[in-house]
T-cell receptor, first 114, second 112 residues
Framework: DTAVSQTPKYLVTQMGNDKSIKCEQN?????MYWYKQDSKKFLKIMFS???????INETVPNRFSPKSPDKAHLNLHINSLELGDSAVYFC?????????????FGSGTQLSVL | EDQVTQSPEALRLQEGESSSLNCSYT??????LFWYRQDPGKGPEFLFT???AGEEKEKERLKATLTKKESFLHITAPKPEDSATYLC?????????????FGTGTRLTVIP
């Protein structure tokens, strides 16, 4: 009964491909996030999303797009993958809408672009 | 410029050897400072939130403190299972309501 689960755990793909990472939370949280962790362990937010609002970090290329079929799911689609996209991607959720609570993270998806 | 700086980058301790990790921040309008623990191959796990200077929080062998410029994570008599990367993050007026700005962490190794 993992609180925030994401799949796949590992993703190896060629440059130029399109891929998706799925995320589901069973905590009943309103807000979900995607974070990117680079090789130096730096965690940077990519998106936050709740029922009402998608907030996009302006540094994220538009090749990345979050899609939320319902409140419990936030998937990440990546088009035309580049070498620099290689990183670990974390999904997270938090409890209150627009008032920050602690984040619950998934176990990460290690993306390797060859 | 860096908003959150953690030091040291890596720390090796003998079991039972107490020490402190530092998190310095330069944001204005701090709303909260957070400590997370991250084990290899896993996502960060929440430890503490501190909201105002002078505040302290404790959990087992860990104690977090906050001043106007920095936070310390004190580890008392650490055990090997405390080995992990400890991440500090801040939420501030400039980061927005739903955004944390993370440091790059301190990788702690506790040797039996």
């Amino acid at each position: 009964d993992t609180a925030v689960s994401q799949t796949p755990k590992y993703l190896v793909t060629q440059m130029g491909n399109d891929k998706s990472i799925k995320c589901e939370q069973n905590l009943g949280h309103d807000t979900m996030y995607w974070y990117k962790q680079d090789s130096k362990k730096f965690l940077k937010i990519m998106f936050s999303y709740n029922n009402k609002e998608l907030i996009i970090n302006e540094t994220v290329p538009n090749r990345f797009s979050p899609k939320s079929p319902d409140k419990a799911h936030l998937n990440l689609h990546i088009n035309s993958l580049e070498l620099g996209d290689s990183a670990v991607y974390f999904c997270a959720s938090s409890g209150r809408d627009r008032v920050f609570e602690k984040l619950f993270f998934g176990s990460g998806t290690q993306l390797s672009v060859l | 410029e860096d908003q959150v700086t953690q030091s040291p980058e890596a720390l090796r301790l003998q079991e039972g050897e107490s020490s402190s990790l530092n998190c310095s921040y330069t944001v204005s309008g701090l709303r909260g400072l957070f400590w997370y623990r991250q084990d290899p191959g896993k996502g960060p796990e929440f430890l503490f939130t501190l909201y105002s200077a002078g505040e302290e929080k404790e959990k087992e062998r860990l104690k977090a403190t906050l001043t106007k410029k920095e936070s310390f994570l004190h580890i008392t008599a650490p055990k090997p299972e405390d080995s992990a990367t400890y991440l500090c993050a801040v939420q501030a007026d400039q980061t927005g309501a739903n955004n944390l700005f993370f440091g790059t962490g301190t990788r702690l190794t506790v040797i039996p």
